[in-house]
Antibody
């Protein structure tokens, strides 16, 4: 079964750090670009970051640029998001999502169940 | 950055109705738009990619159309299980941007 499972969420104080992980299974992880998407409580979806299959191309939303770092370990079938200098407005459910293997599109075809990050003193 | 405006923000319709949700991009994005369904407490799921391609396993009552700046998601005959929030995503270029969402309810 194709699956993504996030972990690493929790409660952290403003200014603190957290590292999220996303474990992939059921597909050849090293062949796919991946993304992080977040959703604040009661709000809509916000794209956070993207990484290509070989880590050659990395992109960030302006709201996290300079504070968050996306990375992957294809040998471990894992995606990561290192989050530093966390703010209250980073409180959200964080999803990892796979980019579909289809031409001329970067749609997200597989999503994890999400991990909650709460930034509060 | 490309902005995406989704409408309406909420919608109430009867079972069997035809439902239409629209997204407008602030500049041309070819067919770089996808649609997602999110039920309460669940992760989003992909419905439509490349503006009009139906994702495998998605019921055929869902369809997408459009190109350039204007896009539409249509549910041909609303079913009770379609109650959810729907989002469009411009995946043409980074930063990718989601629409604000449309909350669909049954009348």
């Amino acid at each position: 079964e194709v699956q993504l499972v996030e972990s690493g969420g929790g409660l952290v104080k403003p200014g603190g750090s957290l590292r999220l992980s996303c474990a992939a299974s059921g597909f050849t992880f090293s062949s796919y670009s991946m993304n992080w998407v977040r959703q604040a409580p009661g709000k809509g979806l916000e794209w956070v970051s993207s990484i290509s299959s070989s880590s050659s191309y990395i992109y960030y939303a302006d709201s996290v640029k300079g504070r968050f770092t996306i990375s992957r370990d294809n040998a471990k079938n894992s995606l990561y998001l290192q989050m530093n200098s966390l703010r209250a407005e980073d409180t959200a459910v964080y999803y990892c999502a796979r980019v579909i293997a289809a031409a001329d599109t970067d749609a997200f075809d597989i999503w994890g169940q999400g991990t909650m990050v709460t930034v509060s003193s | 950055d490309i902005q995406v405006t989704q409408s309406p923000s909420s919608l109430s319709a009867s079972v069997g109705d035809r439902v239409t949700i629209t997204c407008r991009a602030s500049q041309g994005i070819s067919n770089g738009l996808s649609w997602y369904q999110q039920k309460p407490g669940q992760a989003p799921t992909l419905l439509i990619y490349a503006a009009s391609s139906l994702q495998s396993g998605v019921p055929s009552r869902f369809s997408g159309s459009g190109s350039g700046t204007d896009f539409t998601l249509t549910i041909s005959s609303l079913q009770p299980e379609d109650v959810a929030t729907y989002y469009c995503l411009q995946d043409y270029t980074t930063p990718y941007t989601f629409g604000q969402g449309t909350k669909l309810e049954i009348k």
